[in-house]
């Protein structure tokens, strides 16, 4: 009887045991957990870590329990074992009206976004695709870690099914604009950028960038005024002055261009790409002009700050006679009646006599001139095409060709080129095989000296 006896209180001990678990786990359990959410809530974080931890040390497999653990270490900032506490719910993957797959894994995927763990992210965000499809927010982080690493066909597709998903906010087309400006796609850039401006009207690098792809198409008139909208921001002010001053340069309104490089120039910070550029399109505008004395000084700027900058040696090489004399500086920036002067000067002191002098532009003059008699009788005397041309181009075989041509509707023998420009190779070799002679800055300078 004493045996039986101990079976039955064996045996009751055991299901007051299994059902006081039940009530525990049923009741007290789940009212303990929403406590310490509620901790968690008020910002008691340290409390209900301890508190979870020794739920956790009774029941490891307390779905609810690591979830919350995961929130109060994530709220903590304690982001390395808020990813731990997530990954276990996931692997456990009991899910309940309190902890919801999508939840955890878009809490997880974010962690590793904003830890860089890309690609743990990136599958994070795969899997939610598929679990919650319709939410353009996952198709969204995708396109934009895909962008970030630079694969653009496939942020592409990630953002335009985020687009199809959404169309109401503006940095998914911010974003497709970016891609199509970058691979080339201009036009279908320019409308992602007017889509970001109408969902955002303040949003200055749209502005920026749709005056962009406006320049990258000729329409440098809208360019111009999206720079000027952009250039509120004052992140983005100097690359504004700097577009600005580039769309001017590239339609040949040089003084309008300088004007924008010179606002530049006051913005931008010293040392930077952005002031190197400034300068050097400053420099080119100036050269356009003929006043190499101003673009000299710049490419002088830049050299000081970055000798290997574009080309800014080989300029200040190829200019040297500028630096160093100032008859030419004053002939490149001489009024168009002085520059006339000054040309029919020269080639009279070369001993030729000034048949005809056209002005083809202000700066390049023709000349049409023979030899002055001499005393020799039966002397045939030789008629050259002569041009007067102040520049900073390199002068090609081209420009010769032409020249040449004329030569005999013209009735000339020879033809002569005086150039404060470089003479290409090419033009070196097509003269030396034709009556052709070119004269190059350094003799230039002799004959200014000649004159003055």
């Known amino acids: 009887m004493a045996y039986i006896t101990y079976i039955i209180v064996f045996l009751i001990i055991i299901v007051v045991t299994i059902l006081a678990l039940y009530v525990f786990s049923t009741y007290f359990s789940p009212k303990k957990l929403d406590e310490i959410a509620e901790l968690i809530k008020k910002g008691q974080f340290k409390s209900a870590i301890r508190k979870l931890d020794e739920i956790l040390a009774a029941d490891d497999r307390n779905v609810y329990a690591h979830f919350l653990l995961g929130e109060a270490y994530r709220m903590d900032k304690n982001f390395q074992y808020a990813i731990l506490e997530y990954r ?16 955890v894994r878009d809490k997880l995927a974010t962690l590793y976004k904003n830890q860089n763990k890309i690609n743990d992210a990136k599958k994070e965000y795969m899997i939610l ?8 927010q996952n198709y969204y982080w995708l396109g934009y870690l895909f962008f970030t690493a630079g694969v653009f066909d496939k942020a592409l597709d990630y953002f335009k099914k985020a687009a199809s998903l959404n169309q109401t906010q503006a940095d998914i087309f911010y974003y497709l604009g970016q891609i199509q400006y970058r691979t080339g796609n201009t036009k279908d850039a320019k409308q992602a950028f007017m889509n970001t401006i109408k969902l955002d009207s303040a949003n200055s690098k749209a502005h920026y960038f749709l005056g962009l792809a406006l320049r990258a198409e000729g329409d440098v008139e809208w360019a111009v005024k999206e720079f000027e909208i952009a250039q509120k921001s004052e992140d983005i002010r100097s690359k504004c002055f700097l577009a ?3 769309c001017y340069l590239e339609i ?16 931008a910070r010293k040392g930077s790409d952005t002031e190197l550029n400034m300068r050097y399109f400053l420099a080119s505008a100036h050269e356009k002009m003929r006043d190499l004395q101003s673009a000299i000084e ?3 700027k830049i050299y000081e700050q970055k000798k290997n900058f574009r080309d800014v040696e080989q300029k200040l090489r190829q200019n040297a006679e500028f630096r160093q004399d100032d008859r030419i500086k004053d002939f490149m920036i001489a009024s168009l009646s002085n520059f006339e002067h000054l040309s029919r000067k020269m080639i009279e002191s070369m001993n030729f006599e000034v048949q005809e002098l056209k002005v083809l532009k202000d700066s390049e003059i023709e000349i049409y001139a023979v030899e002055k008699e001499d005393n020799r009788r039966n002397t045939r005397r030789v008629y050259r095409i002569i041009r007067v041309y102040r520049t900073t181009n390199v002068i090609s075989d081209g420009y010769l060709r032409n020249l040449y041509d004329m030569m005999k509707p013209k009735n000339a023998q020879r033809v002569m080129v005086i150039s404060t420009g470089e003479f290409g190779q090419s033009a070196i070799d097509y003269s030396n095989t034709r009556p052709i002679e070119l004269i190059t800055k350094s003799k230039l300078i002799e004959l200014l000296k000649k004159v003055s």
């Open 298 to 300: 710049h490419w002088e």
């Open 129 to 136: 695709t598929q679990i919650d499809p319709n939410n353009y």
């Open 244 to 246: 600005k001053g580039s």
């Open 252 to 267: 040949e309104h040089y003084p309008k261009a300088i004007i924008e490089f010179d606002k530049g120039l006051r913005t």
């Open 88 to 103: 276990q719910v996931i692997k456990l993957g009991l899910y309940s009206e309190k902890v919801n797959e999508v939840d």
